[in-house]
T-cell receptor, first 114, second 117 residues
Framework: AAGVIQSPRHLIKEKRETATLKCYPIPRHDTVYWYQQGPGQDPQFLISFYEKMQSDKGSIPDRFSAQQFSDYHSELNMSSLELGDSALYFC?????????????FGPGTRLLVL | AQKITQTQPGMFVQEKEAVTLDCTYDTSDPSYGLFWYKQPSSGEMIFLIYQGSYDQQNATEGRYSLNFQKARKSANLVISASQLGDSAMYFCAMREGPSGSARQLTFGSGTQLTVLP
């Protein structure tokens, strides 16, 4: 079965640079979520989109922005990167019409800021 | 207050034995969903099992079952017949609100399970 695709899988950036993470949800899933997982921590919710509209917002820094496109893929844009942004970034997708509304996670993008 | 509490930072179990991973939750919303995810050392987050707040029966998925005690606000994961490949970090998570609400998941701090040969 098709899974959530994230690219790139690994990314190394310098402080103050920008980064763009991409997410391709499972086909026919209408909702995308972004989470940030720091080393040794649990995932923290950043932002979500349903049918290309922002649905919910968590602890996303103002330096970050995201959007969902007409083909349902999503991009997380991160500017003025800081050392503390080094983390594993997950995208998850779900279908709001399914009973469980389970969020299926992609493999993650491991971002290292030097 | 913590919404999801996992009190066992680490657990050990002998191969082929059963193990219970604890999870308690806190919410005032009558409608919610509880999830367990497995995160191996490779980093991916794998969905294991779901329990809805209105589900009458405890959820089961193969070797995984969820011991749901609503009055106690606990949703413990039971893994039967442990295998070496079960060694991983296990996260309990909650979605507050009914299905169809596109709500975020709130995770616990996780339990690192090690299966011993």
């Amino acid at each position: 079965a098709a899974g959530v695709i994230q690219s790139p899988r690994h990314l190394i950036k310098e402080k103050r640079e920008t980064a763009t993470l991409k997410c391709y949800p499972i086909p026919r899933h209408d909702t995308v979520y972004w989470y940030q997982q720091g080393p040794g921590q649990d995932p923290q919710f950043l932002i979500s989109f349903y049918e290309k509209m922002q649905s919910d917002k968590g602890s996303i820094p103002d330096r970050f922005s995201a959007q969902q496109f007409s083909d349902y893929h999503s991009e997380l844009n991160m500017s003025s990167l800081e050392l503390g942004d080094s983390a594993l970034y997950f995208c998850a997708s779900s279908s709001l019409t399914s009973r469980l509304e389970t969020q299926y996670f992609g493999p993650g993008t491991r971002l290292l800021v030097l | 207050a913590q919404k999801i509490t996992q009190t066992q930072p680490g657990m050990f179990v002998q191969e082929k034995e059963a193990v219970t991973l604890d999870c308690t939750y806190d919410t005032s919303d009558p409608s919610y969903g509880l999830f367990w995810y497995k995160q191996p050392s490779s980093g991916e987050m794998i969905f294991l099992i779901y329990q809805g707040s209105y589900d009458q029966q405890n959820a089961t998925e193969g070797r995984y079952s969820l011991n749901f005690q609503k009055a106690r606000k606990s949703a413990n994961l039971v893994i039967s017949a442990s295998q070496l490949g079960d060694s991983a970090m296990y996260f309990c998570a909650m979605r507050e609100g009914p299905s169809g609400s596109a709500r975020q998941l709130t995770f616990g701090s996780g339990t690192q399970l090690t299966v011993l040969p």
